[in-house]
């Protein structure tokens, strides 16, 4: 899998996890710790084809950051995250915690 995927979330140990789960798979990773942050990322960096984030987090949740980064890239792939939130807007979800089998079956879908 040769995706350019930028990952979020607050919480670095879950970042560097999701993101070493994400390069044993093949794929390039940029990570992100807020919304903010990931939208920069996502102006600078034309190759980003996947944004998987937590729905969970200060500032701006993971809901508004899918909706506010599709507006800039309407063919982003979004991939959401939660331990407790509900699904909403139709968007592929995974749950934490989750296996490195069930990121790399969700991923096989979504590419």
Do not use: W, Y
Not at 7 to 15: C, G, I, Q, R, Y
Not at 45 to 62: A, F, K, V
């Amino acid at each position: 899998m040769s995706e350019t995927v930028l990952v979020v979330d607050d919480e670095p140990a879950v970042l560097d996890a999701i993101g070493d789960m994400l390069e044993r798979l093949g794929c390039q990773v940029i990570r992100a710790q807020s919304g903010a942050d990931a939208l920069d990322r996502l102006k600078q960096n034309e190759h980003i084809s996947i944004l998987i984030t937590d729905i969970s987090m200060p500032g701006m949740d993971g809901h508004e950051l899918a909706e506010l980064a599709r507006r800039v890239r309407p063919k982003l792939k979004v991939l959401q995250l939660s331990g407790r939130e509900p699904r909403r807007g139709g968007l592929p979800m995974i749950r934490k915690p989750f296996s490195f089998e069930e990121l790399a079956g969700v991923m096989q879908r979504i590419s």
